[in-house]
């Protein structure tokens, strides 16, 4: 059955980072960081943004982190990319055009 309403995630942002040296395999160069946009969505259409969320995975041994378990210098990292990326417009699509339609009803009234 398909889920009517449900959160999703898109990569906004990704970084390999110069300076971080992975903690399992201890190479340098070779943690990528992601900055995930989560969104909820109806009908499969996004509606509204849910928050930022962060993971990282090394190139190298394909160790990953969930955010919250992150060693503190790829979260400020995380948080240092996070910054500069944008939750992009679509994820706000259904919220959207349900204005569109609530403006377009109020002004059909007076047109
Ligand atoms: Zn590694």
Do not use: D
């Amino acid at each position: 059955m398909m889920k009517l309403f449900g959160k999703k995630s898109s990569e906004l942002k990704q970084k390999t980072h110069e300076e971080i040296i992975c903690p399992n395999c201890l190479s340098k160069n070779t943690t990528r960081i992601s900055v995930l946009g989560i969104y909820n969505h109806i009908f499969q259409i996004p509606f509204i943004s849910g928050g930022k969320y962060g993971a990282s995975v090394c190139t190298n041994c394909h160790h990953t982190f969930e955010l919250p378990k992150m060693p503190m210098a790829i979260k400020l990292a995380y948080y240092e990319l996070k910054e500069t990326a944008k939750t992009p417009i679509w994820f706000y699509s259904g919220l959207i055009g349900v204005k569109v339609v609530v403006l377009v009803k109020i002004f059909s009234r007076y047109f």
